[in-house]
């Protein structure tokens, strides 16, 4: 959504006001064409043969935006079950579905393989039940270099303590699993976390990654997971890509020349791929004078899109019916019944009741981190492709709510 000639337009010249209008509010809209513009500008920022970017599904699971990922030629990254049978719903090949999980079961894993997608196991154990179950499979490690990324505790993911991945001191344990059930390793992987502003720190995980691939002479690909940050405020520092790109590219380009190999380079972004992409139109209900603070209540909360209350996120907030006037100091707040701010001291366009905010950066980690709280309907989602609005899931209603209970006599 960009503020053209004085009004807030989607592509194609669509108003917030006119999709309110037809889909109802709160409303969660996506652009194709910002997904399509970060698709293609990762893939140019690499230098090298085979690149292939697995969209991490769980950012934005919509089964149009899956296909749209598919139609730019981007295979999947999923970390359940259920997101592998997403994926092979929106018609990706069981070989463009990476499974990364972190502690799930043997058998979800055995499902999983069932279905023949790549299978990246990021514990000792794991490792050596799956061996048993399937010899010969090929699969990928997940290695924990503990270095420190990731803009919050909670989605920093690569540090000393982390849950996720096999240590890289563990290295000799792995060889010998490998070399008793010869296990095929066909991959190698790190995720670090989201929000890693400092390249430096990508590229010392990457270091780590080639000197573990150095064991493996079988090897297909090396995964270097995601973790891009994109700007959420002006003046944000993000990842600069095409820095990163060509650094990564010239040492992988080396480390392939070294081995006489064609490796494929892969990426799982997925903040980079969708968050700018989206939008999250809610409407005023009440504006609220105490004595120290004008709130804006908004007919959403937590329950819409939780990131700036679990993770402290900035998401910049706009008064897309008023683009003039004066502006005022609000604290915009959600309708749950605790504490959900979505910002404070935001200037804004002054505020009546009725008027539709935007919340930037409502692509990734926002719809698919949404729920029922307080018995409240899960919002509508449109896609804008080629200048068209396209409604790609409905609005719940109240039958929703009830669609997975049970009646029983008892209290009849
Ligand atoms: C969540 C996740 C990603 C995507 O991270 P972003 O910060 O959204 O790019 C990639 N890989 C794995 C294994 C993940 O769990």
Known sequence: MQLIDGAYQFDGGISPETLVKSYGCPLYVY????????????????DVKNIKVNYATKALNNIEILKLMRQLGAGLDTVSIQEVKLGLKAGF???????????????EISLAAEKKVKINIDNLSILEQFAHSFPSY??????????????????SVGHIDSKFGISYHQLPHVL???DMYKIPIEG????????????????????????VAGHFPNLKYIDFGSGFKVPYKDGDIETDIEELGEKISFRFNEFCKKRNQNLTIMFEPGKFLVSQSGTFLVSANVVKQTTSTVFVGVDSGLNHLIRPMLYDAYHRIENVSKVSGRKRIYTVVGYICETDTFGVNRQLHEVAEGDILAFYNAGAYCFTMSSNYNSRYRPAEVLIHEGKDYLIRRRETFDDLFQTQLSTSLFE
Not at 34 to 40: A, E, L, P, T
Not at 141 to 153: A, D, K, Q
Not at 202 to 207: R, T, V
């Open 31 to 46: 652009e194709s064409s910002k997904i399509k513009s970060q698709y293609d500008r990762l893939i140019k920022a690499f």
């Open 93 to 107: 090949k069981p070989e463009d579905i990476i499974y990364t999980p972190n502690c799930v079961s043997l058998e």
């Open 138 to 155: 090929p699969v990928c490690i997940r290695i924990n270099p503990h270095i420190m990324g990731g803009g919050h505790s909670k989605i």
């Open 176 to 178: 010998r699993l490998v």
């Open 188 to 211: 190698v992987h790190m995720h670090t976390g989201s929000d890693i502003l400092d390249i430096d720190v990508f590229l010392q995980g990457a270091e780590i990654l080639f000197e």
